[in-house]
């Protein structure tokens, strides 16, 4: 059901099967193939951030979820106590390699395309922290539940970074365009109960409940006509997506001249550091 386009890229392989339980070292998932149901948990410690590898491992692990003919829905968790993930392993970007740059702008938008067009149910059970790329994460599933006291948001511009617009695009299909502009605007982190307020989480149940409302939610989707459920999502979604797939390359030359301006590197330096100091208080 991906768009064809999606077909083109060939994952490389890192995640391994073992009957219903595939692992590799930054996600460890298992498929219930009575219900269909696969549980995804993010381990990349300390804070699930999304460097290159982990992104391909994502990606790879939803397509090989998507060959499983048993398989029809996807939760998606962490594993890292309190951070669903704290978003792009900034280390990627900051002083970085430009290759390495490029090639990790593209994995993160291939991962993106493959989760936000999978026809496989997704949910987002947030059990933590889920700022920026953590957000994009989320809002990419069909239904989202989040635990209290977390918070969950766009905040690049906290960073002296610009949110790409097809992160926009998923904010505003998911909160709308007035909301959008202002979360986008002031890098907003919503709590847990503005989220709800919001419509940015659809759900909110404690952190022991989490694993049990998705279970739940997802015994919903999957009791639909797998096709029919696949297509409206398709529906919902094909024009956001093919979007970047129709500028996948500029998307990538334009994130990799952004980070290489001095002023965005003096930027990116200075978060670092506030975030190493804020942990040594
Ligand atoms: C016309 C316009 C054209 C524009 C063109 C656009 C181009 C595109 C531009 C670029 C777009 C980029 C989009 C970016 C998306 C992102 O996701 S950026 C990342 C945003 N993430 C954050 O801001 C989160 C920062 N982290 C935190 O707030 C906290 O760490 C936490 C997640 C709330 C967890 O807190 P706590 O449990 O207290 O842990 P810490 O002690 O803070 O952290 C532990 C160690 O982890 C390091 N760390 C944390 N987050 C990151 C990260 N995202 N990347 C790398 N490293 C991280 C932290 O520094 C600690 O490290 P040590 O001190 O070494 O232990």
Sequence with gaps: MASSILRRFIPRKTTWMYGQRMMSSTIDVSVD?????????MKRKPVNSLNLEF?????????TLEQNKKCKGLILTSDVPKIFSAGIDIL???QPNEERLHNFWRALQDMWLQLYMTPLATIAAINGHSPAGGCLISISCDYRIMAPNYTIGLNETLLGIVAPFWFKDAMCNTVGYRETEIALALGKLYSTDEA????????????EQIMEAAQRKMLEYVKIPNMARAMSKQ???????DKLCSTQDSDVQNFVNFCLQDKVQQSLGFY??????????
């Design 92 to 94: 990627e970007m900051y």
């Design 33 to 41: 193939e009575q219900t269909g149901i696969a549980l995804m948990k």
């Design 272 to 281: 670092l550091e506030q975030l190493k100091k804020r942990k040594s208080k």
């Design 196 to 207: 709800l307020q919001k419509g940015l989480v659809d759900e909110v149940v404690t952190s």
């Design 55 to 63: 992104l391909q491992d994502i990606r790879n692990t939803i397509v």
């Design 235 to 241: 529906l919902m979604r094909q024009e956001t997506a």
